[in-house]
C-alpha cells in the first residue's frame, strides 16, 4: 500500500486460454477453441493515516471467444465478445504495530456488483464437448461479495521479504441463479533494489485455489481447480512519484477440476503515480 496520501494507478491484465486440460494432463482442443482475456484496470488509494486507508478499483474486462465448429458442410468459425464496465472493489486497509521486524497489514472489503450479468446460457452448437460454457462470460458477479485478505512484511535493504492471502467469497446466487465460485490466493516472496533504488526485481511463488461456479445449485460444466504459479517481475521510478511495473504470472503446476480452458501465462503491466 501506498505511503503517500494519494495513488492513482492504470493496469492491463492480459492472457489467452488457447490449451485444453483435465486434472493435470493437456488433452486435445477438437474445436480450437481460445478464450482471449484483456482487462484494463484502475485503482484509487488514499491514505487518510499512518495506519489506515482505502483502495478504490474499477475493471473494464473485454473477452473474446471463438471456436472452429465442425459441419458436414465445412467448418464454421464461431465468435463472441462482450466488453464493458466489471465489479468494483472497495478495500480498506490497516497497517499493525511490528512484530520482530515484521510489519503486518489486513484487508477488508467488498465487490460491487457494477458488472452487467446475464442469465446462464449454452448454445446447442457447443453443448457437446464444449469447453467455455456461456455461464463463465460473464462481467461480473451481480452479487456484493466481501473481500478479505493480509500481508506480512520484513525489510532486510536491500532486500525485502513479503507473504500474503487474500479470498472472495460470494455468499449467494445473483438474480439470474449464477453464483460465482469463491477464490483464495496465497504468496510469498522477495524484493530487491537495484542501484539508486530506482529499480525494484521481484519473485513470488503463489498458490490459487477457485471453486466453480454454481448455477441453480448445479456446478457448471468447467472451472474450478488448483494453480502454483511462480511471477516474476521489475518496477521502475521513471520521475517524481511515477513507477511502472511489469511482471508474468507463469503456472508451475494445475489441477483443474474437470476438463477446461487455460492459459500459458497470464502479463501484467501497471504504472502509478503516488502524490
Not at 19 to 31: C, F, I, K, L, Q
Not at 190 to 199: D, E, I, K, L
Amino acid at each position: 500500500m501506498t505511503t503517500d496520501r494519494f495513488k492513482l494507478g492504470a493496469w492491463l491484465v492480459t492472457e489467452d486460454r488457447d490449451d485444453a486440460y483435465d486434472g493435470s494432463s493437456e488433452v486435445e482442443n477438437p474445436m480450437k477453441e481460445r478464450t482471449r482475456i484483456r482487462v484494463p484496470l484502475v485503482t484509487f488509494d488514499v491514505r487518510f493515516t499512518q495506519q489506515f486507508g482505502v483502495q478504490v478499483a474499477a475493471t473494464v474486462p473485454d473477452v473474446t471467444r471463438t471456436a472452429t465448429i465442425p459441419r458436414s458442410t465445412g467448418p464454421v468459425q464461431f465468435r463472441e465478445n462482450f466488453s464493458g464496465i466489471g465489479d468494483t472493489s472497495v478495500l480498506g486497509w490497516y497497517r499493525m504495530r511490528h512484530i520482530r521486524r515484521w510489519y503486518p497489514l489486513v484487508n477488508f472489503g467488498v465487490s460491487l456488483p457494477t458488472g452487467k450479468t446475464e442469465r446462464p446460457r449454452f448454445r446447442p452448437e457447443l453443448e457437446d464437448g464444449n469447453l467455455v460454457p456461456m455461464s463463465r462470460l460473464q462481467r461480473g458477479s451481480g452479487t456484493l461479495d466481501p473481500i478479505l485478505g493480509a500481508s506480512l512484511n520484513r525489510g532486510l535493504d536491500p532486500w525485502t521479504l513479503f507473504a500474503s492471502v487474500a479470498a472472495r467469497t460470494p455468499l449467494r446466487e445473483n438474480d439470474d441463479g449464477l453464483r460465482t465460485g469463491a477464490s483464495m490466493e496465497v504468496n510469498s516472496g522477495v524484493a530487491r533494489y537495484a542501484g539508486t533504488h530506482r529499480v525494484g526485481v521481484f519473485a513470488r511463488l503463489g498458490w490459487l485455489h477457485r471453486r466453480q461456479d454454481v448455477f441453480r445449485g448445479t456446478p457448471v460444466l468447467v472451472g474450478g481447480g488448483n494453480w502454483l504459479y511462480a511471477t516474476p517481475g521489475i518496477g521502475i521510478l521513471v520521475g517524481k512519484g511515477v513507477n511502472v511495473q511489469a511482471e508474468v504470472k507463469l503456472p508451475l503446476y494445475r489441477d483443474l477440476a474437470n476438463k477446461q480452458l487455460d492459459s500459458s501465462a497470464v502479463f501484467q503491466f501497471g504504472v502509478s503515480r503516488a502524490f
